[in-house]
């Protein structure tokens, strides 16, 4: 599981020290980003390097991808986690209808293209495929990425009548989406995971 402890187990009192070490300490803040997949390897989540410490020692997960640095308290050292499993299954409900309608998850969505000429920037706007003012709904179906020539030459107007035809039909986006808004530099070793979803 890549845990090492000087003793026969792991005590609780060990968790929190090395815990209390992963958060209190400068280079290896609290701010660097664990991948977590189901038991099922699908992704679901990113938490802290110390949150997955913790999921690990307590044996709730096991630690797939690891990077170089190591982990130390007086009793125990253990390889920085990177990807991390859930031991169990834990079902995830699929609400992604429901969730938060954001630029940064229609963005990372469209993959920082515009939707009608093909342009990629991170400077996007998003717009309304059915304008508002047309009875067009603020949904994952009728939101895409655009840029602002675009935007602006679409106006008001349906593509069709503005002979501005979608690259693709917008849809609500998968998981894979908001763990990319969670840690927007992919490490390297996260991507097997993530392209593999």
């Not at 402890?5 to 609780?12: I, K, R, S």
């Not at 410490?53 to 096991?62: G, I, N, Q």
């Not at 130390?72 to 699929?94: D, Q, T």
């Amino acid at each position: 599981m890549g845990a090492h402890a000087a003793d026969a187990g792991v005590h609780p009192a060990n968790v929190v020290s090395l815990a209390g070490r992963i958060h209190g300490g400068r280079q290896h803040s609290s701010g660097s980003r664990v991948l977590v997949l189901n038991a099922s390897y699908e992704p679901i989540n990113v938490c802290t390097v110390r949150r997955a410490t913790v999921l690990v020692l307590k044996e709730r997960a096991e630690v797939l991808e690891s990077t170089d640095g190591v982990l130390r308290s007086e009793r125990m050292r253990m390889r920085r986690p990177c990807v991390i499993r859930l031991v169990r299954y834990v079902r995830v409900p699929r609400d992604v209808h429901r969730r938060k309608i954001t630029r940064k998850a229609v963005l990372a969505r469209d993959s920082y293209t515009c939707q009608y000429c093909g342009r990629e920037s991170t400077g996007l706007t998003v717009d309304h495929v059915v304008p508002r003012s047309r009875g067009g709904q603020s949904v994952w179906d009728n939101i895409v990425a655009a840029c602002a020539p675009c935007n602006r030459r679409k106006g008001n107007r349906l593509p069709e009548e503005a002979q501005m035809p979608l690259r693709s039909v917008p849809k609500p986006p998968g998981p894979h989406v908001f763990i990319r808004i969670a840690a927007p530099r992919v490490p390297p070793a996260w991507e097997q995971y993530l392209f593999a979803a």
